[in-house]
């Protein structure tokens, strides 16, 4: 494997934490997941003042905490897939908070960025919003955990704003793949096709339909 440290992304509810997994168990490699709990959440998607930043903030000191005890424990020095990149913090950020909290969140942003380590590749998994709402739908009947959901409004923009932020993306290797007809449980012939493309992967961005279920 040319890549080393394999970053997955993409909006809620496209299926990052399942595909980590997946990959990790195939490749023998370490598996990095978002530590979800927020306790500002739920106050976030309430609309109360001021939540937002306090959720940004929490999401952003958690994601930094856990790449820099990473990095002290040399976890990257051997295979390892995370469902997340750091930088995608600032998709939400921008898509969040208004310009005052921005201001503060910038320079806190750029203080914490210089001690996480970059992937070697970055795979964006793309599906249209009204596939997301589904799959959020259905895991909230699987898990039975009510927890709080975004609002279909919020997942449009919030999908706009990863297509944005990609569509410019230079900073690594993007593996895009279209996930709509993609089962994140399915077959090992599908996954060993993902796996093609990864191991084909250069420089630059390379964009991938799926010809079977994943």
Do not use: C, W
Request: glycine letters at 4%.
């Amino acid at each position: 494997m040319l890549f080393q440290y394999i970053a997955i992304e993409g909006p809620i509810g496209v299926g990052k934490s399942s595909l980590a997994d997946r990959l990790a168990t195939r490749l023998d490699a370490a598996s990095v997941l978002e530590e979800s709990d927020n306790p500002f959440l739920p106050d976030f998607y309430a609309g109360r003042p001021g939540a937002a930043l306090q959720a940004q903030l929490s999401y952003l000191l958690n994601r930094h905490r856990q790449q820099v005890t990473l990095r002290q424990a040399n976890l990257f020095a051997q295979t390892t897939i995370s469902d997340y990149l750091f930088d995608r913090d600032k998709i939400y950020a921008y898509l969040n908070l208004d310009d005052n909290e921005l201001f503060v969140y910038q320079r806190l942003y750029d203080l914490l960025a210089r001690d996480v380590p970059s992937p070697d590749l970055v795979i964006y998994l793309q599906a249209p919003t009204d596939v997301l709402v589904r799959r959020l739908r259905e895991r909230a009947q699987e898990t039975e955990i009510d927890k709080p959901q975004p609002e279909v409004s919020y997942l449009r923009e919030l999908n706009e704003a990863y297509q944005h932020f990609f569509f410019h993306y230079s900073a690594t290797p993007l593996l895009v793949v279209e996930t709509s007809q993609l089962d994140l449980a399915g077959s090992e012939a599908a996954l060993e096709d993902l796996m093609r493309q990864i191991r084909t992967m250069n420089k630059g961005t390379r964009y991938y339909v799926p010809r079977t279920n994943l």
